[in-house]
């Protein structure tokens, strides 16, 4: 038997995928689906999120885009979401209508044409639009959007559908839940395999053939793996019709902000990004830069309903590439680090896991070279 | 018997001082103590209020502030609130350090300038500060503080912890409370006296020798009163230490926005005025308007945690002044209209009631004249 510590979309989907692959899985989690992938927006986004990425996430991103119209659909089946409810837009509510990146001034006009070019030279299918053919496709963007960049390919999720829709699949398949924190990894030994989790309550401890750890933000307190915690505060409000028909995003005071609308007219605003530590703290000021510049790229959003707002913590590694993988201590798989791309890279994760993916897998070995990397992940802070 | 309709701290405070005076009541809401009071900052200030409100206001604001030191000392033995829990803070919370209204622009300090000297004229204890002497008193206020004016003598309380009282109080009184919906008063004949209410479930009606209608916003619904729903949004913020030592307010982009420090630590930001019908969604619109306000006068609000944000609707009258007294209808007493000022003008409005205050009670008599009072108010709001 397997344990798969971390009960958010990485541990649900590798512990789903490897039920029905025909191996023995525990899920462990104190609270699941209730850290990063509850703050989560879902924007699937690999094209329109190069511009911060290096190209191995891009490929890691595109491969699990491409996975996602079938492994929503089986796991809707296995869920046991018929499809008039997946049709109703009860199901994970999978939208593949693209995202649009859009630009105010003359510097980001320069700098998307500049994206443009790259993306154009990596053979990826994006549209730079004037500012007019941006709000002929959404009319409610600010008369003062002067460009954008449409990639048709991109789509986005809801996390919360879809982390229920994996609790609902791993009870249908009879795969145990257990409701505990892990105090620590079991081990053979000073530093040996690792045999199992210690947990804070009742059993007190689980015996496994094998861990995948999956703990988010909270990795590097289990094993010694480079994973920092990074703030994310968003806001969901709530709209009688929807305000847009695709992901917008631009960038505002500097700061990128999205806007993803939702089928049930909920439109979600994203996200802050804070090197605070473990802090969920909803603040004044996230919640102010949020309201500005969604306000900026929408005026009409301050019209809507404030439904819900939310902090999580994504677990950021040197080079914004999650570990997937071996982690070179016996009895101990990685599948952690995700950042901001947790959503996107479930699906591929657990393929990796299952040996599916062996050249994508390098890309993403926890015993991968990254030499300089924290240093060019700081330059990319800015 | 005598029926007071809401809950809120009006209705409340009128059912604990006529209990007290040994009247029989009953108090019929369905919510007790979560309408404006839920939402209301607590303000008891009459003085830095006095530029938006007419004289006769002032001088029932005033009354009225005299009475709330006695008033929440019996409320506090009445509810059974030792006086070691009342010093700890767990009382009501009436605080007297007084109003801090700031000033930032020219326009603003002259503004500030002629207040003053209105009050002056009127022998009201304020005292005109420059920005320095304003940090002086509250270090975190903004470098851009041009100029501020101290009303010593305004306090604040926190409506919650006041309504809890009360609801204490009247039970240990004995008092009964109906949680039920009044749907209307019943009459004798078309349009004869009022001889009790009809309510939205069991028991279906309740008869009484007079009914007092301190139903807020939601007043006109029952009874021929011109009160119209103005509706006010708040945060709660929570601070780990104190920002501020009282109350600040301020003119920013136009609009008032207040802070209103609590003893545990919270910070209240408030609140916006919007004339938009019986509509209490909290909006990005409202939220932004309110942390953009906040942030210009304390900018260290950018750190607090969001508590809690909440829209309330306050009763609204033309002249701006509330409806205490004999409506013209036999058996039918109107406690309603108090706008702004529920909180501070509940204790007053329990002694007009009483016949305390014969004098103030006719400036606020629903029999008093009011042509061209819509006017006034409507340009008073801009």
């Given at each position: 038997m397997e344990v798969i510590v971390g009960g958010g979309i990485v541990g649900l989907t590798i512990a789903w995928r490897l039920s029905r692959a025909g191996r023995a899985v525990t899920v462990v989690d104190p609270a699941p689906g209730t850290g990063a992938t509850h703050a989560a927006a879902g924007m699937l986004a690999p094209v329109s999120e190069v511009t911060y990425t290096e190209e191995p996430l891009l490929r890691l991103g595109l491969a699990s885009l491409g996975r996602w119209p079938s492994f929503a659909a089986e796991l809707a089946a296995d869920a046991g979401l018929d499809a008039p409810a997946v049709e109703a837009?009860?199901?994970?509510?999978?939208?593949?209508?693209g995202t649009l990146d859009v630009a105010f001034g003359a510097d980001d006009l320069a700098a998307l044409d500049e994206l443009a070019a790259f993306m154009a030279k990596l053979g990826l299918p994006v549209e730079r639009l004037t500012g007019r053919e941006c709000r002929r496709l959404e009319p409610m963007l600010a008369p003062s959007v002067r460009g954008g960049l449409l990639a048709a390919g991109d789509a986005w999720v809801d996390p919360r559908r879809v982390a229920a829709a994996l609790l609902a699949a791993l009870e249908r398949r009879g795969v145990p839940l257990v409701r505990a924190r892990v105090t620590a990894l079991l081990r053979e030994g000073e530093g040996g395999a690792v045999r199992g989790v210690l947990l804070d309550q009742a059993p007190g401890e689980l015996r496994a053939d094998g861990v995948v750890l999956?703990?988010?933000?909270?990795s590097a307190e289990l094993a010694d793996v480079e994973v920092r915690p990074v703030k994310g505060q968003i806001i969901r409000l709530r709209s009688p019709e929807p305000l847009l028909s695709r992901c917008v995003r631009g960038t505002v005071h500097g700061a990128y902000v999205y806007l993803v609308p939702r089928g049930d007219g909920e439109l979600v605003v994203g996200a802050t990004q804070e090197e605070l530590g473990f802090d969920t703290r909803v603040t004044a000021g996230g919640l102010y830069e949020l309201l500005r510049d969604a306000r900026e790229l929408v005026?009409?959003?301050?019209?809507?309903?404030?439904?819900d707002v939310v902090a999580g913590l994504r677990p950021g590694t040197p080079d914004n590439v999650p570990y997937i993988g071996p982690?070179?201590?016996?009895?101990l798989t990685l599948a952690t680090g995700h950042h901001r791309g947790g959503v996107l890279l479930a699906p591929l994760t657990a393929a990796i896991l299952l040996g599916e993916e062996p050249e994508l897998a390098a890309l993403c070995a926890p015993s991968r070279p990254r030499a300089g990397a924290r240093v060019e992940a700081l330059e990319e802070m800015g």
């Open positions: 837009g009860r199901g994970v509510d999978l939208r593949t209508d999956a703990a988010g933000a909270w005026p009409g959003v301050t019209e809507l309903e404030v439904a982690s070179g201590t016996p009895g």
